[in-house]
């Protein structure tokens, strides 16, 4: 009985999708795009901006990346939270990988804590079933 109830909770939640571990994040909204590093800054102040170049949609872009310590003409991923063409002059831009909602993991490892719950649950209500032991003999 354990089991059949631990494997309905996985189909549950695998069909309420990914807002079941969290709220639905913009990353529909934000566009992730390759970038150069023009104007690398140096770590040592605080509050550092990197310029970095863009395209998108065939037009060059500039953004101010918050960060430092690139090198000159390296290559990242970056997100847009705002489209380029409706901002004068440099776009405020994030690192892809560190940008909220953007390959967010949520729901793999909600659903495999969840997994690991289940197994617990359904070993714990197996181990109270089969009573205690008797002595090794």
Not at 4 to 10: A, E, N, W, Y
Not at 88 to 102: F, I, M, N, R, S
Request: proline share 6%; net charge negative.
């Amino acid at each position: 009985m354990a089991v059949v109830t631990g494997i309905l909770l996985l189909l549950g939640a695998w069909w309420m999708g990914p807002s079941l571990f969290g709220p639905a994040s913009a990353a529909s909204e934000r566009q992730v795009v390759d970038a150069t590093v023009v104007e690398p800054v140096d770590c040592t102040a605080a509050d550092t901006e990197e310029t970095v170049r863009f395209r998108l949609q065939g037009k060059i872009y500039k953004g101010l990346l918050s960060g430092c310590g690139h090198d000159q003409d390296e290559k990242l991923s970056i997100a847009l939270a705002e489209d380029p063409s409706k901002v004068d002059g440099p776009v405020e831009v994030a690192l892809a990988a560190t940008e909220p909602g953007v390959r967010d993991l949520r729901r793999p490892v909600g659903l495999g804590l969840l997994t690991l719950g289940c197994a617990g649950g359904g070993t714990y209500a197996f181990l109270l079933a089969r009573g205690p032991r008797s002595g090794l003999a």
